[in-house]
């Protein structure tokens, strides 16, 4: 019986720590968030589909560099097609235990804030309007570790386009779910080279 609780406490500090090792100075973040999706089924009914694969490198600890790309499209049958496409640079700072007042939800995951901008637009078929220039977009998150090295996560993020075209400024408050792998530089090298 001693023996199952201490093995027990011992899971648990170890799933603990590695919400903290995955993000320290030197490990890859790689994944990207499924913003939405829905397909109408019923007559006349649209579809609406966006994906925002990123990668980031930890330049210290809680704190991530990289880059983000943005390919979404939504429409209907007999309806101008919505393509928003966007590219650029992201950040990201996650909350330590305990920081600022916030406690963590969960024992195996992180609050966290993300930031991007880059140069990105909104194009509409059929005659419809556009919007080309500057992207940007801010918003928090939570990130739970599901293994040590896969994280689910939720972000709630406000983003915008500031450009020309007929459209102008365009902006949109969005919900994204998705997975990031996260990875120590070892192993990050270690999978670039068998890819070679």
């Known amino acids: ?5 201490f093995g027990a406490m011992i899971a648990a500090v170890g799933l603990f720590s590695t919400a ?9 973040m790689v994944g990207g968030n499924l913003m939405g ?12 589909f966006s994906i925002q694969p990123k990668g980031a490198y930890f330049i210290k600890d ?17 309806a101008p097609t919505t393509f928003v496409y966007n590219v650029g640079a992201l950040g990201r700072y996650y909350l330590s235990p305990g920081e600022q007042g916030v406690d963590n939800l969960l024992n195996h995951g992180r609050w966290f804030f993300e930031a991007n901008l880059g140069v ?13 220039g500057l992207n940007f977009g801010f918003g928090p998150g939570y990130s739970y570790f599901i293994t040590p090295n896969i994280g689910l996560e939720g972000l709630l993020k406000y983003d915008a386009n500031a450009g020309f075209g007929n459209g102008g400024y365009t902006n949109r408050l969005i ?12 192993q990050a090298k270690r999978i670039a080279n068998e890819a070679r």
């Open 37 to 48: 999706a829905n397909f109408g089924l019923n007559k006349g009914s649209g579809y609406d």
């Open 175 to 186: 919900f994204g779910l998705g997975f990031q792998i996260y990875l120590p530089s070892g």
């Open 120 to 132: 990105g637009g909104t194009s509409i078929s059929k005659g419809g309007s556009s919007s080309n």
């Open 20 to 28: 903290s090792a995955q993000i320290q100075e030197g490990n890859w």
């Open 62 to 78: 809680n704190v991530a560099l990289g880059g983000y790309v943005d390919l979404g499209f939504s429409g209907a049958k007999d």
């Open 1 to 5: 019986m001693k023996k199952m609780i």
